[in-house]
């Protein structure tokens, strides 16, 4: 199968030293038509062509080696995308890290059956599981908790908090590090528990924006 956006995949997967054999590119082919047939009708996010792929796809793509690293120092890591709406950063994350079991939590039903299509289309069902619950009820512990385009940082750690494994690590796809900064000045004054950060910048392909990983872990 080759995807329409093969140039811009190519270039982008090779911007971000990610290298996906045919399988996977399938996959991702698979995900993103299923995704543009979709969007249209559920309003999964405000962008269409080659400005999906970028601002959804590669965007969510460029955090996939720190996420590889984190994983890999958990002897089994287990990975959550939480409030994943249409499968962002989850999927093209557990198509380009294959070594690993991912959960998409998301409470909305059109989404959540979005996803169901979607991991069927792309042939992933076998490794990635859609939990179809708001947060206060999830009830499982993940290592990497990850999430993109969610609730600001104070309004969900509380809960983000009883399901983060020992050790485990958030990591929060953001914007301006100063956005965040405020963000984490909020989580002191306001939660209940506690959390270390760093930053990582992230570098996406054609984009010129501000983007960032805020990992997080338990104190």
């Not at 996939?64 to 990975?79: G, H, K, N």
């Not at 100063?178 to 950060?197: G, H, P």
């Amino acid at each position: 199968m080759t995807g329409k956006y093969q140039k811009l995949l190519d270039e982008g997967l090779s911007s971000l030293s990610l290298h996906l054999d045919q399988g996977q590119r399938d996959q991702l082919d698979a995900y993103i038509a299923e995704f543009e047939l979709f969007n249209p009708v559920y309003k999964l996010v405000a962008a269409s062509g080659e400005d999906l792929v970028i601002r959804h796809i590669l965007d969510s793509l460029s955090g996939a080696p720190t996420l590889a690293s984190l994983c890999a120092t958990f002897a089994s890591c287990r990975i959550a995308d939480f409030g994943s709406g249409a499968g962002l950063p989850g999927i093209p994350l557990a198509i380009a890290l294959p070594s690993y079991s991912f959960t998409l939590v998301e409470r909305m039903g059109r989404r959540v059956d979005f996803l169901r299509n979607a991991l069927l289309r792309a042939s992933l069902q076998d490794r990635v599981r859609v939990i179809d619950k708001d947060l206060k009820e999830v009830k499982d512990q993940f290592d990497v908790i990850t999430f993109r385009a969610f609730h600001p940082l104070a309004d969900i750690l509380d809960l983000v908090a009883p399901l983060l494994g020992e050790g485990g690590y958030v990591c929060a796809y953001k914007a301006l590090k100063e956005q965040v900064e405020e963000e984490l000045v909020q989580v002191e004054r306001t939660c209940k528990s506690t959390w270390k950060a760093r930053f990582v910048p992230l570098e996406v392909p054609h984009l010129e924006a501000s983007r960032m990983l805020c990992l997080m872990q338990k104190i």
